[in-house]
């Protein structure tokens, strides 16, 4: 299973299942900030980032709230998304 969590004008696409709200803050918040000289694991528990993944294969989509604003492209593919009948939760803080 893969999905797309977006959080302001970054998004990662992930294998793994829908994640709760708290999940999906929290990877949003591991993935986005820089840490100079640390390790970055594409892991997160049950998740994992995927560099190459079809669009049609995506099955899932979370929007993580953000000071930023989501980028024309993917709220293109987001679009697309709705368009196959696939709900976009927005995660509350």
Same mark, same amino acid.
């Given at each position: 299973m893969a999905g797309i969590l977006?959080?302001?004008d970054n998004h990662f696409i992930l294998s793994g299942p829908l994640p709760d709200d708290a999940s999906? @803050?929290?990877m949003a918040r591991h993935w986005s900030i820089v840490q100079i000289g640390g390790e970055?694991?594409?892991r997160f528990g %049950?998740? %994992?980032i995927r560099t190459k993944e079809f669009r049609e294969n995506l099955e899932w989509a979370v929007i993580v709230p953000a000071e930023s604003k989501i980028s024309e492209g993917v709220l293109k593919l987001l679009a697309e998304i709705s368009g196959r009948g696939i709900? @976009?939760?927005e995660c509350q803080n």
């Open positions: 977006v959080h302001g999906a @803050i929290k970055r694991t594409l %049950e998740w %994992e709900q @976009i939760r």
